[in-house]
């Protein structure tokens, strides 16, 4: 009887990280598809899945407010839900990395883009921005920025990203 409800939690927490998978990688195809897609399809499906993210972080907020054991746990996926709705975060992979706690994921992105960057595979405000991205999540997990990366943040960051830091403090 002491690991009761445990299960029912890691399977709960199964489930949410299941569905968040599944909706970043419908983002993921959508944003690698678009223009496959006229545009009203595309703006109709990217809605449905941000309403679907929606849904997912109003059940997180449900459950973190009657069940104190999973609020940890739930709150980075919940941050990664919110900057996909804020649209803070333009790149699923780097959501799903944050959602997964995967600094070192991210760190690795990182330099795969700055190689790409130098040997012209990767475009200068793509790369700007995604770095943004990788920068500001590896923040909200904690880790330490250089001095070079805390002032390419400061200097780049966009209003969309400053709302999210917002936002996620006052989840936190």
């Known amino acids: 009887m002491a690991s009761r409800g445990t ?14 998978d599944r909706l970043m990688q419908q983002l993921q195809d959508l944003e690698e598809c678009r223009e ?5 399809e595309y703006e109709e499906t990217k809605k449905e899945t941000l309403e679907q993210l929606s849904e997912i972080n109003d059940s997180l907020k449900k459950i973190m407010s009657g069940d104190m054991t999973l609020v940890d746990e739930l709150s980075g996926m919940q941050l990664a839900i919110q900057a996909a709705i804020s649209q803070a975060f333009k790149t699923p992979e780097v959501i799903r990395m944050f959602a997964k706690k995967q ?20 475009e200068r405000d793509l790369y700007t921005q995604q770095k943004v991205e ?3 999540a590896l923040r909200k997990l904690g880790e330490k920025l250089t001095p070079d990366d805390e002032m390419f943040l400061s200097a780049n960051a ?15």
């Open 103 to 122: 600094p070192k994921q991210l760190r690795t992105r990182l330099a795969e883009m700055d190689r790409d960057l130098i040997v012209g595979k990767l």
């Open 36 to 40: 496959e897609l006229d545009a009203d």
């Open 134 to 136: 990788i920068l500001t």
């Open 158 to 172: 966009g209003a969309a990203l400053s709302q999210f830091e917002r936002v996620s403090t006052g989840l936190g």
């Open 7 to 20: 299960t029912e939690t890691s399977k709960l927490k199964q489930n949410l990280e299941e569905q968040l």
